[in-house]
Every structure is written in structure tokens, then in C-alpha cells.
């Protein structure tokens, strides 16, 4: 694999992406970045609609700009999330559902707030036994 940032930059860049989030009904911001195994990495952070439904988290904008820049399920390396919360940040269930998809079931998810407590899982453990469409016959 080409040369990797360490955790503790990724989670760096996923604070700069932090403060580009859209959040004005919540006022909650995350921040994310995505890293592939070639060595690039995707910021995302939280884009919030009038129409709530709509708001798309920070995690699956780095993962859907990640795609709309060619990028493959399983290219992907490591991801970091970081938000102001009093422990570190875990993605939501249409976020987990979207990694499991997208990116191999050990890649390392680091979480972060951002008075500095990290705390790192897998995609996996994040949904063990998740759906995956897999036809009959
Ligand atoms: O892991 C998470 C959890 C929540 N949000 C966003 C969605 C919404 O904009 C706001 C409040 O839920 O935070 C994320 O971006 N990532
Ligand atoms: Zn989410």
C-alpha cells in the first residue's frame, strides 16, 4: 500500500473539514476524512437541509465524494470522525450501513471529539451482521 497519513493527521483533517459544516437547525458539527489505500484523502462534513430528512452526515459526504471521484468499494483505508461531544463521536445507522458497503469490514474508524478523546473500532464492529443484498437462485 502507497504511503499512509497517521491517525492522529487524518483526525487533524477531519477537524479542519469539521468547521465546513452546514448545520444550521442542529448546530451540531462533524467533520470526517476518508482515506484510500492509494494515499488520497476525501474530507466530509454535515450538510443539513430545511427538509430534515435530507441532512447527510459527514461521514457519508466523504464516502459519496470519495465515489463521485472514481474511487471504488474497498478502496478505502481508514476514516476518522470527530464532533463536540463528551465521548468520542460513532457514526449513525445510515452511516454504518454505508461504510459496511463501501469499505472492507477491519478498516479502522478512528473517533474523536474534539476536546481530544479518540477512541478506534472497525467497520465490522460498528454493524456486526448487517444487510447485504444477496439475490436467491
Ligand atoms: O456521526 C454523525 C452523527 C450526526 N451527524 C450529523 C447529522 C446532522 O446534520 C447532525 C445532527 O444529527 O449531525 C453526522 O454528520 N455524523
Ligand atoms: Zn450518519
Not at 105 to 115: F, I, R, S
Not at 129 to 134: E, I, K, Q
Given at each position: 500500500m502507497?504511503?499512509?497519513?497517521?491517525g492522529s493527521t487524518l483526525l487533524e483533517l477531519a477537524r479542519s473539514a469539521r468547521d465546513?459544516?452546514?448545520?444550521?437547525?442542529?448546530?451540531?458539527?462533524v467533520g470526517a476524512a476518508l482515506q484510500t489505500k492509494d494515499g488520497l484523502v476525501f474530507p466530509g462534513c454535515n450538510v443539513e437541509n430545511a427538509a430534515y430528512g435530507l441532512c447527510n452526515c459527514a461521514e457519508r459526504t466523504a464516502l459519496?465524494?470519495?465515489m463521485a471521484a472514481g474511487c471504488?468499494?474497498?478502496d478505502f483505508s481508514a476514516i476518522?470522525?470527530?464532533?463536540?461531544?463528551?465521548?468520542?463521536?460513532?457514526?449513525c445507522g445510515s452511516c454504518r450501513q454505508v461504510l459496511a458497503e463501501l469499505c472492507p469490514?477491519?478498516?479502522?474508524?478512528?473517533?474523536?471529539?474534539?476536546?481530544g478523546s479518540t477512541r478506534q473500532t472497525t467497520v465490522e464492529a460498528l454493524l456486526p451482521?448487517?444487510?447485504?443484498?444477496?439475490l436467491a437462485g
Open positions: 502507497p504511503e499512509q497519513i497517521d465546513l459544516a452546514y448545520a444550521p437547525y442542529s448546530h451540531f458539527h459519496f465524494s470519495a471504488k468499494p474497498g476518522a470522525v470527530i464532533a463536540d461531544t463528551p465521548e468520542p463521536v460513532t457514526p469490514a477491519d478498516m479502522p474508524v478512528l473517533l474523536a471529539n474534539t476536546a451482521d448487517g444487510f447485504r443484498l444477496v
